[in-house]
């Protein structure tokens, strides 16, 4: 894909994109909700594309641009926000110019099909319906389980899976073990005190209960400089028109493995409260 002009000057440059089609008719289920009605009545018009903010300059385009899709004149007619594509450049138009674009034609396997239930609360009855109907020749979802069956299969077929393993196992390793050499530390700079209050006749007891008090308090202020760090780096990836969705329950999962990291710590330094004896006092 490149602009009309550089293919008049006979210098195309051109790219792969992906498709996103919509239908554009009024109550259509394949126009997002979050599509104004002007955008999507500009898509309603021959030959006319959207496209995403973060492919604008991959693609040489801007809005209002005139370029090259299937030997064919199209015009950018709008700018999406929050539909990037790491792999490649996606653009969106209704079936109707992709049938114009004779691009439509000829296709036998068969699709994906969205309906759409005039009671929504019976949409898992329908599709256990239609499953049973279809006798394993088709899968019907609620939109709930297609949503986790994308989710799990991300997880499952790509190499995501193991980059993010890798990232969790190595950064479990490298917290415990910053976090244990500074609680150490904090314990041997302070060891007189604890000395001292082993004098007083305090247990050993009651300073580990002090040790992992301390890690714990530790760990909350990791999770407060986390939940900083994420938020600026969600900003940064906005900026990017790439947008993070952060749920409550995988921050509240997060929180409470950074917190178990610190508190694990502590126990690793406990060893360290050995080294103080009263006698170190008279030193």
Same mark, same amino acid.
């Given at each position: ?212 008090? +301390?890690?714990?308090? *530790? #760990? =909350? !202020?990791?999770? %407060?400089?986390?939940?900083? @760090?994420?938020? /600026?780096?969600? $900003? ?15 921050? +509240?999962?997060?929180? *409470? #493995? =950074? !917190?178990?990291? %610190?508190?694990?710590?502590? @126990?690793?330094? /406990?060893?360290? $409260? ?10």
């Amino acid at each position: 894909m490149s602009q009309a002009e550089r293919a008049r000057q006979g210098a195309p440059k051109s790219r792969q994109v992906m498709v996103n089609v919509i239908d554009t008719q009024p109550g259509s289920v394949t126009i997002p909700t979050d599509y104004s009605d002007e955008l999507v009545a500009a898509l309603r018009q021959p030959f006319t594309i959207a496209v995403d903010e973060t492919a604008l300059g991959t693609l040489g385009v801007k809005l209002g641009d005139r370029a090259i899709y299937a030997g064919q004149t199209v015009t950018v007619v709008g700018v999406l926000r929050g539909y990037p594509n790491m792999m490649q450049p996606t653009i969106v138009m209704s079936r109707d110019s992709l049938r114009m674009l004779g691009q439509s034609w000829g296709n036998t396997m068969g699709g994906p099909l969205m309906i759409k239930l005039r009671d929504p609360a019976k949409a898992t009855v329908v599709a256990a319906q239609l499953n049973e109907m279809g006798k394993g020749q088709w899968r019907a979802w609620t939109r709930q389980e297609l949503a986790d069956a994308n989710a799990k299969s991300m997880f499952e077929e790509g190499i995501l899976v193991i980059i993010i393993g890798g990232c969790v196992v190595l950064g479990i390793i490298i917290g415990v073990a910053i976090t244990w050499q500074t609680l150490r530390g904090a314990i041997m700079a302070n060891i007189k005190e604890f000395a001292s209050l082993r004098a007083l006749g305090v247990g050993m007891g009651s300073l580990r209960r002090i040790v992992v008090e +301390l890690s714990f308090w *530790v #760990g =909350l !202020v990791g999770v %407060a400089a986390a939940v900083l @760090l994420t938020w /600026l780096l969600s $900003l940064l990836a906005r900026m990017g028109g790439v947008i993070i969705a952060l749920p409550f329950s995988l921050l +509240l999962v997060v929180g *409470v #493995g =950074l !917190v178990l990291i %610190a508190m694990g710590s502590g @126990l690793l330094s /406990l060893g360290v $409260l050995k080294k103080s004896q009263p006698a170190d006092l008279l030193r």
